[in-house]
T-cell receptor, first 114, second 114 residues
């Protein structure tokens, strides 16, 4: 079974600073994908970034980058130049090849301070 | 228009009532999923469907049933609602033909059972 661990229930960050959200995962399957989703207070799930297990480079999408350390089974999300609109819950998720579902971590709440 | 829609967006119902949550998608995806989100637990899979005639139970299917009326429609029913089914419910879709692991989420239905 796959497991996703997010150890930071909540974080505060100053506007314009960077923040790193931790995510570790556990799977024995060599082929998998890792995702980060943002959930603002309105409730919708917004896809941020994806990293495949065979990707050679770390994924980046605008101010989001994924620090993928395969040997350590970690997939941390880095948000650069934080904005007030980044205040939200962030979920790490994983899906292995041939499986049908995403496995989610418990989430990290980020609060950006002005 | 949103690619994945859910109705209703909010619902308050009483214990013992039957309620149906509906999901429609215009993405042309073959796979559809129902998840529920409880505070501090991330999302958990209730049911999933690979096509109209292929419906499967997820992690937490007890107390729920589903119907895949068409490729674009997937409904979740609570036959006799109970208070611990109060949660945020998400529908999601994915395309088995692209090889992508990504799932696309609807806006969520906030259900309260009193």
């Amino acid at each position: 079974a796959q497991k996703i661990t997010q150890t930071q229930p909540g974080m505060f960050v100053q506007e314009k600073e960077a923040v790193t959200l931790d995510c570790t995962y556990d799977t024995s399957d060599p082929s998998y994908g890792l995702f980060w989703y943002k959930q603002p207070s309105s409730g919708e799930m917004i896809f941020l970034i994806y990293q495949g297990s065979y990707d050679q480079q770390n994924a980046t999408e605008g101010r989001y980058s994924l620090n993928f350390q395969k040997a350590r089974k970690s997939a941390n999300l880095v948000i650069s130049a934080s904005q007030l609109g980044d205040s939200a819950m962030y979920f790490c998720a994983m899906r292995v090849a041939g499986d049908y579902k995403l496995s989610f971590g418990a989430g990290t709440t980020v609060t950006v301070r002005a | 228009d949103a690619d994945v829609t859910q109705t209703p967006r909010n619902r308050i119902t009483k214990t013992g009532k039957r309620i149906m949550l509906e999901c429609s998608q215009t993405k042309g995806h073959d796979r559809m999923y129902w998840y529920r989100q409880d505070p501090g637990l991330g999302l958990r899979l209730i049911y999933y469907s690979f096509d109209v005639k292929d419906i499967n139970k997820g992690e937490i299917s007890d107390g729920y049933s589903v119907s895949r009326q068409a490729q674009a429609k997937f409904s979740l029913s609570l036959e006799s609602a109970i208070p611990n089914q109060t949660a945020l419910y998400f529908c999601a879709t994915s395309d088995s033909g692209t090889g992508s692991y990504e799932q696309y989420f609807g806006p969520g239905t906030r259900l309260t059972v009193t």
